[in-house]
């Protein structure tokens, strides 16, 4: 496939990333802060755990009979393991997930009287938590930004921006975390986020119509 010959315009990092948040921010005016659905800090936990090697779609289509059966922390700690598989089986990786929520519902109710804490430190000592789910249960249940949240279409388009030349996602958010000022690390993930999902697909990503190929070294040569 053809695309016309982009002109890099030059500039150090931190202004290119400035510069790419404030073209996006017009591209993506409807981004959401995450594609899970969610009516408060528990459901956002529970829906990130499930999230992990599967679709968004995949997680929505299964946590409103989830939810409906099991509302809180309480309710879920007390279900049968096979219940819970049933229900999140169509999401893959079945009887690993139904562990991993079981438990953190379990240590939700033991140990923070079922509520879903709202610090880094606390959230990543739950089964099934990595740092990017807490990321992600922080920034839309608390309005909490303690890093950057690096999913698989956030680390793309960073890497592919050259934002970051690092390999995994922990290395790539401290990439960011020391690139951005504070305030932009939500806006980030949110930002670049939707442009992975709706431009710069992994395979043939838009880069003709991307608002931002003039600031991306890798654009016309994916």
């Known amino acids: ?109 033991e140990r923070f009287s079922g509520k879903v804490p709202s610090t880094m430190a606390d959230l990543v000592t739950l089964p099934g938590i990595s740092r990017k789910t807490a990321n992600v249960v922080l920034s839309v249940a608390y309005g909490v930004n303690e890093g950057v949240v690096v999913d698989t279409h956030i680390m793309r388009v960073t890497q592919r921006l050259f934002l970051s030349k690092q390999k995994t996602p922990q290395k790539v958010e401290t990439d960011l975390m020391t690139l951005l000022p504070h305030e932009s690390w939500g806006d980030y993930a949110r930002l670049v986020g939707a442009h992975g999902r709706r431009v710069c697909f992994a395979r043939a990503p838009k880069c003709a119509s991307c608002v931002v190929n003039s600031l991306c070294p890798s654009a016309g040569k994916v």
């Not at 999230?51 to 059966?69: E, G, I, Y």
């Not at 819970?84 to 991993?100: S, V, W």
């Open 1 to 109: 496939m053809w695309f016309p010959a982009v002109e890099m315009i030059p500039m150090d990092d931190r202004q290119r990333a400035k510069t790419i948040l404030a073209q996006l921010k017009h591209a993506h005016t409807d981004a959401p802060s995450t594609y899970l659905d969610s009516h408060n800090p528990f459901e956002m936990t529970i829906a990130t755990i499930l999230s992990a090697h599967t679709t968004d779609r995949c997680v929505n289509s299964v946590t409103p009979r989830l939810f409906k059966r099991y509302p809180d922390a309480a309710s879920l700690a007390g279900a049968q393991l096979n219940d819970i598989i049933e229900i999140i089986r169509p999401c893959g990786t079945y009887n690993r997930k139904a562990e991993f929520i079981h438990r953190t519902a379990s240590e939700l109710v």
